[in-house]
T-cell receptor
Framework: AQKITQTQPGMFVQEKEAVTLDCTYDTSDPSYGLFWYKQPSSGEMIFLIYQGSYDQQNATEGRYSLNFQKARKSANLVISASQLGDSAMYFC??????????FGSGTRLLVRP | DTAVSQTPKYLVTQMGNDKSIKCEQN?????MYWYKQDSKKFLKIMFSYNNKELIINETVPNRFSPKSPDKAHLNLHINSLELGDSAVYFC????????????FGNGTRLTVT
């Protein structure tokens, strides 16, 4: 069965430091996509980054990068130079051939000044 | 310009009532979704429409009925509301079925008393 697992319910990071949010997935589909979304306290869902299962290189978007290790079925999000505005819930998600995007349980990140 | 807009933002109602949540997207996307986020922040897909056609219908009580009058709109009607329906409901859209980057609305917080 397809599944997304985020094992860190909450994390702290010091401002300006880098932080890695873990995500592992399980699927039997050969083609899938991996996503990270941010949900600040205001509640909206903000798309951050996407990685396709056939992409050779790790995706990067500004301060966000996705550490994709296919053999280990992991898709960790790395945020460099953390800012106070990065404090939020972060969701890992996976798309499947069945046209569903399934989400992990989320990690709450708190950036300390 | 708001890309995906939902109304209302907050909805408080009593058990047994019928209510609707409206969603509109001005991105020209073909596919729209409804997701439910429970009190533990877990996001789960409810429905997906592609060009007004129902594609995904998860195990959702049939008190929930989506309606798509055109591909820019996907409304959610809920009959006989129950306490357990209290949640945040997110509308989302994507360019096509295969393009899984979702653009979310800001959510509707439904509280059933």
């Amino acid at each position: 069965a397809q599944k997304i697992t985020q094992t860190q319910p909450g994390m702290f990071v010091q401002e300006k430091e880098a932080v890695t949010l873990d995500c592992t997935y399980d699927t039997s589909d050969p083609s899938y996509g991996l996503f990270w979304y941010k949900q600040p306290s205001s509640g909206e869902m903000i798309f951050l980054i996407y990685q396709g299962s056939y992409d050779q290189q790790n995706a990067t978007e500004g301060r966000y990068s996705l550490n994709f290790q296919k053999a280990r079925k992991s898709a960790n999000l790395v945020i460099s130079a953390s800012q106070l505005g990065d404090s939020a819930m972060y969701f890992c998600a996976m798309s499947q051939l069945s046209y569903k995007l399934i989400f992990g349980s989320g990690t709450r990140l708190l950036v300390r000044p | 310009d708001t890309a995906v807009s939902q109304t209302p933002k907050y909805l408080v109602t009593q058990m047994g009532n019928d209510k609707s949540i409206k969603c509109e997207q001005n991105l020209g996307h073909d596919t729209m979704y409804w997701y439910k986020q429970d009190s533990k922040k877990f996001l789960k897909i409810m429905f997906s429409y592609n060009n007004k056609e129902l594609i995904i219908n998860e195990t959702v009580p049939n008190r929930f009925s989506p309606k798509s009058p055109d591909k820019a709109h996907l409304n959610l009607h809920i009959n006989s509301l129950e306490l357990g329906d209290s949640a945040v409901y997110f509308c989302a859209s994507s360019q096509q079925l295969e393009k899984w980057t979702l653009h979310f609305g800001n959510g509707t917080r439904l509280t059933v008393t």
